[in-house]
């Protein structure tokens, strides 16, 4: 195995991929055997090559994927001028609730919220593919379970759920407390990226 020459090649799939690629996705692009710690090993490489640069490698619920730095959001938000639509304060306490006490059920949500649940705010998240009834809780009427998505965290650029922001009292979730790193959430793609996003699996899954 060239090194340099793999080396290349994951380059280049992760920069021309249109979703985050899993080290399992990586090594399926030789034709010979590469091992998953040498696949590993030249992500690293790569990632500290783009260290000092405006875009960066970066680890996702779904795999790997390059993606602009913070630093160049403002500047790259020019690209993108229209505003885009914002979700209403339900939408995003629902979300936070959610993503902190996952899985809930939408009584669960309005004991926490104190006000009932609109369904349009439930099947809003799930059209943007944030959230999924998951199964149902045993007990009268069985009632569905929601969680987040791996498209949520992938979006959010976050590698696992617990990488979210931690409520200031982790035994009952405040709504006022909750610091979802999303800032007036949009309903299109976030402009912050450099590249289309990839997909794939969890960094370390194989």
């Given amino acids: ?12 799939a992760l920069m021309c991929a249109n979703q985050p690629l899993s080290v399992t996705a990586l090594r399926n692009l030789f034709d010979e055997p590469v091992g998953a710690d040498t696949v590993r090993a030249l ?6 090559d783009w260290n000092d640069r405006g875009v960066e490698l970066r680890a996702v619920a779904a795999g790997w994927r390059f993606q602009s730095r913070e630093d160049m ?9 229209e505003k885009p639509p914002r979700y ?9 609730i959610i ?3 996952q899985p809930v059920t939408r009584g669960d949500i309005e004991d926490i919220r104190g006000v009932v649940v ?3 705010v439930l099947r809003q998240l799930e059209d943007r593919g944030w959230v999924e009834a998951i199964g149902h809780r045993e007990g009268p009427g069985r009632p ?4 987040t998505t791996r498209q949520f965290l992938d979006d959010l ?17 405040d709504p006022q407390q909750i610091a979802l790193p999303i800032d007036d959430a949009e309903a299109s793609p976030r402009p912050d990226r450099a590249l289309p996003p990839p997909h794939s699996e969890l960094p370390a899954t194989e």
Avoid: C, W
Avoid at 43 to 48: A, D, G, L, W
Avoid at 73 to 81: E, F
Avoid at 159 to 173: N, T
């Fill in 1 to 12: 195995m060239n090194i340099a020459l793999a080396k290349r090649v994951i380059e280049a």
């Fill in 43 to 48: 992500i690293e490489q790569i990632r500290s």
């Fill in 73 to 81: 959001h403002p500047y790259l938000q020019r690209l993108h001028p």
């Fill in 88 to 96: 209403s304060r339900a939408v995003l306490e629902t979300l936070a």
């Fill in 99 to 101: 993503a902190h006490r």
């Fill in 118 to 120: 609109n369904a349009q």
């Fill in 144 to 147: 569905q379970l929601y969680a």
């Fill in 157 to 173: 650029g976050l590698a696992s759920i617990g990488d979210l922001p931690a409520p200031h009292d982790s035994a009952f979730v």
